[in-house]
């Protein structure tokens, strides 16, 4: 890890000296990702908030909805799952909007996860269904009967 640390960040150098707004951003978010392995998740949501500042002046909302959902993931590792579950959101609309359906797919299991860890599950099991209906689309997938028996189990709950 450390090793790529090194690299990374004298990747960030270069791109700073090209002035290469994308490729800082793109190194920014790295970096971040390398924190988060290390369990440095100060660092990471510092990294990766420099990331997301460049995206969002180049208005680049392809990697904006990456780094969502890095910030969300580096926000639910340390316990704040409400604001995972912004982020996660915003990660959702931006894709929701680029018509990436297997990333949309992505987002509602991000989301779902975040609100079983909530104990939300009216919340989760929405997404649940969302991901169902993606999915009945893709003959036999694999995740499909987890997704069909916590349903399940959630509406046998309510």
Known sequence: MDQALDYAKKALEIQTELNNKTGMAIEFNNIGTIMLTKGDLDQALDYAKKALEIQTELDDKIRMAVTYNNIGQIYQDKGDLDQALDYAKL??????????????????????????????????????KKIKQLLDKVPKYSKMEYIIKRINELENKA
């Open 91 to 128: 990660a959702l609309t931006i894709d929701e909007q680029s018509k990436d359906m297997f990333q949309v797919a992505l987002d509602y299991f991000n989301l779902a996860s975040i609100c079983n860890l909530k104990q939300n599950n009216e919340e989760e099991l929405i997404y649940l």
